[in-house]
């Protein structure tokens, strides 16, 4: 059997998919070069008419879909989100099509691909772009709910597929996974105000004795005091539990 849909994983979880509002093919232009420019300047940079020129529209085909100019920044960073969200929603597919399937090793396997990728400098890059427009929208947004359905959608998944794990015996069932799972996406983004390379990944699943186990840990051996403020001095070392 192939992957199947992220919402069929999410359904394991009793989360349903929320769908974003509809948008015409000038108003996507619009959102689609919203988010290049998003990643070429500051918010407070960003002008109407550069916009429309840039998605090849006029300015008041801008205003017939969006209400202002951070309306757009909204839509934008929904877009951001769930763009950065895909290789998760990939891996936890794999992890969700494995428990169907009675794979144990498939299992293991996407497991640990979503923890490489939580903690991988393209994550942490993702991070530190999202978190300002993350903030900006729930100042200028905060009726909308679309970005805490997606906080919801993605820690019911995952705590979905590790609890049905757990009931096939391939995670420790002692494991609190609700609680990894919240602590693992709270330290994750927590890197866009608290990152530093030595404090390496926080959270793993260790399969080294055959059944997973959730843990929480850091790269950090030597005193805390002496740790190294050059960015690329990162301990390879392995990481000891917490």
């Known amino acids: 059997m192939g992957r199947p849909a992220v919402s069929s994983v ?11 509002r509809s948008l015409t093919g000038g108003a996507t232009r619009v959102v ?21 020129r840039r998605a090849g529209v006029a300015i008041p085909t801008i ?16 877009d951001l989100l769930h763009r950065f969200l895909v290789p998760y929603s990939e891996a936890l597919s794999d992890m969700g099509s494995a428990v169907q399937n009675d794979d144990a090793a498939k299992f293991q396997g ?12 393209e994550a942490n890059d993702g991070i530190h772009r999202l978190a300002p427009l993350i903030a ?22 995952l705590i979905s597929v590790l609890m049905s ?4 015996g391939w995670i420790d069932c002692a494991d609190d996974a609700t609680a990894f799972v919240i602590v693992h996406w709270t330290c994750v983004l927590g890197q866009a105000v608290f990152y530093h390379p030595s404090f390496g990944a926080l959270t793993t699943i260790d399969f080294s004795t055959g059944v997973g186990h959730l843990k929480y840990q850091t790269a950090l ?19 000891s539990n917490i």
């Open 221 to 239: 051996r030597s005193d805390i005091s002496q740790m190294s403020v050059t960015r690329n001095d990162t301990d390879e070392r392995g990481a």
């Open 165 to 168: 794990a757990q009931g096939k």
């Open 63 to 78: 205003y017939y879909s969006f209400r202002s100019l951070n309306d757009i920044i909204a839509e934008a960073t929904v």
């Open 10 to 20: 999410l359904a394991m979880s009793g989360i349903s998919v929320s769908t974003d």
């Open 110 to 121: 996407a497991a640990l691909e979503f923890i490489a990728r939580s903690w991988s400098s």
């Open 136 to 157: 900006y929208f729930r100042q200028i947004a905060p009726e909308d709910v679309r970005l805490r359905t997606v906080q919801a959608r993605e820690v019911a998944g």
């Open 32 to 52: 689609d070069e919203m988010v290049v420019m998003l990643g070429e300047m500051e918010i407070h940079d960003i002008r109407v008419g550069e916009l429309a």
